[in-house]
């Protein structure tokens, strides 16, 4: 199946507009859920303000949010596809600017020492453009995920000594939550890279912190590890805006690899409770989007 650059460009405006857009549904029902949940007077008024903010964005065709993030698209290529992959990425890079410039929204990129702003939410390296492959015959999917500073700023990353075993993983995770606290507009998705290199395994935190919310990881002890992180983080009290309650977290999301017999990487990567998230999966038939 051969894909025309023309289609990807389109697709790759789309999705960012989208993503600004339209909250993914597994959100809108975890924050339903949370809302049910919450015990605290003052943590269920910012629930539901935030609620009220979701179908307000989407009956006035507005943002979810001023800030429209480092703009990131995740690629995966079925068997049989044909594309210049040259010309992929350059596809979606003038579609990231075509969304930018035609609908008007903010810029948030600039240039990291000049902090020079050219207003296509577009630079040095971005946007962001992960390449993988899959065994689906003759499919392509790009997934756009706009990754808010506010969640961004939350990230860690930390060495462990392998002796310290998985208590200094749950201890290190618990400690970036209360350092984040309302900083990263919770409730959040905690995400969490573990093993790997270093930068493998922030990447995987990225990837744990933007899955769907009733996912899980494909690893037993990741995802032993998800159960009970999400219980832990939600006992701190830190609450949505940070204001103190129940709802501290979606969930915490784990993603592992093997590692080197004498290091223990972790890294933690945050989702706001705005987790905006859009995708076009291309077929025979046509395009098809959803999230």
């Known amino acids: 199946m051969r894909i025309d650059p023309r289609e990807v460009e389109e697709a790759a405006k789309e999705l960012y507009i989208r993503a600004l857009k339209l909250l993914p549904p597994d959100i809108k029902t975890g924050m339903a859920a949370l809302n049910a949940r919450e015990t605290d007077a003052t943590a269920k008024r910012v629930l539901g303000t935030m609620i009220t903010n979701i179908s307000v964005a989407e009956h006035t065709d507005n943002l979810l949010c001023q800030d429209t993030g480092i703009p990131i698209y ?20 003038r579609g990231c600017q075509r969304a930018t410039r035609e609908y008007s929204f903010r810029s948030s990129i600039v240039h990291p020492t000049t902090r020079v702003n050219e207003h296509d939410s577009s630079g040095r390296h971005v946007p962001v453009i992960h390449i993988d492959f899959t065994d689906t015959p003759e499919t392509l999917e790009i997934e756009m995920v706009p990754k808010g500073s506010g969640s961004e700023n939350n990230s860690w990353l930390k060495m462990a000594i392998p002796a ?8 290190f995770v618990v400690d970036c939550v209360l350092e984040a606290g309302g900083k990263t507009c919770p409730p959040t998705i905690v995400g969490v890279g573990v093993g790997g290199t270093a930068d493998l395994c922030v990447h995987l935190a990225k990837v744990a912190a933007t899955r769907a919310l009733g996912s899980q990881c494909a690893d037993p002890e990741g995802a032993k ?3 009970e992180l999400s219980a832990a983080v939600n006992g701190l009290g830190v609450g949505p805006q940070g204001l103190g309650g129940d709802s501290t ?29 859009a995708r076009a999966t291309f077929r025979a038939g046509g395009i098809e989007y959803g999230f």
């Not at 075993?165 to 201890?171: L, Q």
């Not at 999301?253 to 987790?275: G, K, L, R, W, Y």
Request: hydrophobic share 45%; net charge negative.
């Open 249 to 277: 977290a979606f969930a915490v999301h784990v993603e592992t690899a093997a590692t080197h017999i004498t290091m223990n990487p972790v890294a933690v990567n945050m989702q706001c409770h705005s987790a905006r998230r």
């Open 74 to 93: 995740n690629v995966w290529i079925g068997r049989g596809v044909e594309m210049n992959g040259v010309e992929m990425k350059e596809a979606i890079r």
């Open 225 to 227: 590890l998800e159960a």
């Open 164 to 171: 310290e075993g998985v208590d200094a993983i749950k201890t």
